[in-house]
């Protein structure tokens, strides 16, 4: 299995709804990552878990809450969102997180909306 | 801080041609370069990557090269179709394993 999955594909919350997105991979990578992503710009890293353990958070508001509960698995819970936090969120995962070589690999994405 | 532009935005060329899409940055010291490729509202699917210590990489129609020394990296697409529109994002990697992205080239074959 060379992918990594992200569901759902589409969401539409309502600024006080609470949901979450998850992403999933089975290549035994020990890196994975949020990034964000509106229409036409380059993604923005939001996070990054190495080993299970939260290594970088890119100043994101408090509404986005990574989760990691196991080395293939990742959340992005979401509360009290804004209209501006509708975007894509891309998944991805890598080998490692040091050394030249860790190519990362992304999941479709979940294409968010806020009402 | 890390920077990287790509040149041009957007490109439309009709199918059979050779083109190349230009990616450059502003901090040499980089660990490695990926080129992606990305469909309206979908993921980025790797296309290449070059490490740091690497000149150029090949897959099938694709040639990248990388002169880490000047910023530069380049992406070669032979003999051009249709299906390879999208959005072409090439993306270094510096230390603490962050990934910076290129604004991407907008490519269009027409048939």
């Known amino acids: 299995d060379t992918e990594v999955t992200q569901t759902p594909k589409h969401l539409v919350m309502g600024m006080t709804n609470k949901k979450s997105l998850k992403c999933e991979q089975h290549m035994g990578h020990r890196a994975m990552y949020w990034y964000k992503q509106k229409a036409k710009k380059p993604p923005e890293l939001m996070f990054v878990y190495s080993y299970e353990k939260l290594s970088i958070n890119e100043s994101v508001p408090s509404r986005f809450s990574p989760e990691c509960p196991n080395s293939s698995l990742l959340n992005l819970h979401l509360h009290a969102l804004q209209p501006e936090d509708s975007a894509l969120y891309l998944c991805?995962?890598?080998?490692?997180?040091?050394?030249?070589?860790?190519?990362?690999?992304f999941g479709p994405g979940t294409r968010l909306t806020v009402l | 801080k890390q920077e990287v532009t790509q040149i041009p935005a957007a490109l439309s060329v009709p199918e059979g041609e050779n083109l190349v899409l230009n990616c450059s940055f502003t901090d040499s010291a980089i660990y490695n370069l990926q080129w992606f490729r990305q469909d309206p509202g979908k993921g980025l699917t790797s296309l290449l990557l070059?490490?740091?210590?690497?000149r150029e990489q090949t897959s099938g129609r694709l040639n990248a090269s990388l002169d880490k020394s000047s910023g530069r990296s380049t992406l070669y697409i032979a003999a051009s179709q249709p299906g390879d529109s999208a959005t072409y994002l090439c993306a270094v990697k510096n230390a603490g394993n962050m990934l910076t992205f290129g604004g991407g080239t907008r490519l269009m074959v027409k048939p």
């Open positions: 991805a995962s890598s080998p490692g997180t040091g050394g030249t070589g860790a190519r990362q690999f």
């Open positions: 070059i490490q740091s210590s690497q």
